[in-house]
């Protein structure tokens, strides 16, 4: 409880990330296709003289992408087994406090939902989704492979 998190819009849903995994949001302007790459890795970016791999929570989601962008990509910066991603999100809301711990989710959601859901969390504006990092990097491929 009075976990600080990081609030995001992803596919017009108001989910939320463990602010502590974290580092930085940031607005990105270019990327680098990787070629062969898995479909939810968008690209590669620099960021204070670091490179970035940028992924698209809606690809990693298995959802369907906007009809258009303005260029400019809203993202939360984490790192992962030492390594630093961007995860592309709609739009950076707030930081809210939890005013209980993660529950379980009771409701049935689609296949991308389910894999990067941790439970459940109240915040002083209500219950929302508490999204895994890691799950959300790894990507549906990954999680294809290991069942």
Not at 111 to 133: K, N, P
Request: contains cysteine.
């Amino acid at each position: 409880m009075n976990e600080l998190l990081l609030v995001v819009r992803i596919a017009g849903q108001r989910v939320a990330l463990p602010a502590a995994r974290i580092e930085s949001v940031v607005e990105l302007d270019t990327l680098i296709p990787v070629p062969r790459a898995a479909d939810h890795v968008a690209g590669l970016s620099a960021l204070r003289s670091r490179v970035l791999t940028v992924i698209c929570c809606r690809r990693s989601l298995g959802l369907s992408m906007p009809e258009r962008t303005d260029g400019i990509l809203e993202a939360a910066v984490t790192e992962v087994d030492g390594h630093h991603y961007a995860l592309i999100v709609d739009g950076v809301e707030d930081v809210l406090t939890a005013t209980s711990d993660s529950a379980p989710v009771r409701a049935a959601m689609s296949e991308g939902w389910e894999r990067v859901s941790s439970g459940m969390i109240e915040t002083e504006e209500g219950a929302m989704l508490l999204l895994d990092v890691e799950s959300l990097v790894t990507g549906p491929d990954f999680a294809r492979q290991a069942a």
